[in-house]
């Protein structure tokens, strides 16, 4: 069971970036994928989630209409969106994946990703 982070780098304050997440040795289909991200010195905090059916989203009110969280289960795939990108948006992005309803904690998610570094600077 694995999950994959990609798509990070470094980006100037306005820019985009999209991250994507795949799932290896197991289908996501029964699970509710959440991105996550920590900075240097915080503890890792919420970014958005998405539902198994994909019917229900939520969003950190900090990336709320900045961000945009989807995913394609055929491909065993979730992707974020992260558009107007600003400073504080900088972090060591993670994907996690935990089974049934969409869930915003740290500790309701059982797999997670190795990471994927985002800078904003300019």
């Known amino acids: 069971v694995q999950l994959q982070a990609s798509g990070g780098g470094l980006v100037q304050p306005g820019g985009s970036l999209r991250l994507s997440c795949a799932a290896s040795?197991?289908?996501?289909?029964?699970?509710?994928i959440g991105w996550f991200r920590q900075a240097p010195g915080k503890e890792r905090e919420f970014v958005a989630a998405?539902?198994?059916?994909?019917?229900?989203?939520s969003y950190a009110d900090s990336v709320e209409g900045r961000f945009t969280i989807s995913r394609d289960n055929a491909k065993n795939m979730v992707y974020l969106q992260m558009n107007s990108l600003k400073p504080e948006d900088t972090g060591v992005y993670y994907c996690a994946a935990g089974l049934g309803l969409l869930k915003t904690m740290v500790k309701s998610y059982n797999y997670w990703g190795q990471g994927t570094q985002v800078t904003v600077s300019s």
């Open positions: 998405i539902s198994w059916t994909a019917t229900t989203t």
């Open positions: 040795g197991f289908t996501l289909d029964d699970y509710a």
